[in-house]
């Protein structure tokens, strides 16, 4: 059993009330083969929500109080994605899921690229707030982009 960001799955939970499904890990939640979460719906934000950017840093900063989590009119929800990452991670422990699939360039769930803080479309490398606490915690975290390799590890 796999872990699979909500969005990836077909939940319409992205920012844009929208989702970013790949018709194969669908199917594998179908399947029962995998579970979907959204940290930033565990976290209490609404869908559709303002974009919101990590601004002077990474996920890894945050943790360490040393970057925040910002929506584009510039209200502070460092503190929903933080709460939403530790339950995320809870949910994920509990059914003994070890290794996800994120969607990349998210705030919570990038794991190589994340939007600058700007608000430009511009990405740097870095990784979101649920992404860090997940490896921080042991999870093997997996970009949507290698996907396949998610297989090698836990199915």
């Known amino acids: 059993m796999i872990g699979i960001s909500a969005c990836l799955g077909?939940?319409?939970c992205r920012y844009d009330g929208k989702a970013k499904e790949i018709k194969?890990?669908?199917?594998?939640?179908a399947a029962k083969q995998a579970v979907v979460i959204c940290p930033e719906v565990i976290g209490g934000l609404p869908?559709?929500?303002e974009p919101a950017e990590?601004?002077?840093?990474?996920?890894?900063?945050?943790w360490q109080k040393q970057a925040q989590v910002l929506t584009v009119s510039g209200m502070d929800v460092t503190?929903?994605?933080?709460?939403?990452?530790?339950?995320?991670?809870?949910?994920?422990k509990n059914q003994g899921i070890t290794t996800i699939i994120l969607?990349?360039?998210?705030?919570?769930?990038?794991?190589?690229?994340?939007?600058?803080?700007?608000?430009?479309?511009?990405?740097?490398?870095?990784?979101?707030v649920a992404?860090?606490?997940?490896?921080?915690?042991?999870?093997?975290?997996i970009p949507e982009s290698d996907w396949q390799r998610a297989f090698d590890h836990s199915l």
């Open 10 to 12: 077909g939940v319409c």
């Open 24 to 29: 194969a890990l669908k199917e594998l939640v």
């Open 47 to 49: 869908t559709p929500r």
């Open 54 to 62: 990590i601004v002077n840093g990474d996920g890894f900063d945050v």
């Open 79 to 92: 503190q929903q994605f933080r709460q939403g990452a530790i339950a995320a991670y809870e949910e994920l």
């Open 103 to 128: 969607k990349e360039g998210s705030p919570s769930c990038g794991s190589q690229r994340i939007y600058d803080g700007s608000f430009s479309g511009i990405t740097k490398a870095g990784v979101g």
């Open 131 to 141: 992404a860090a606490y997940f490896m921080k915690q042991g999870i093997n975290v």
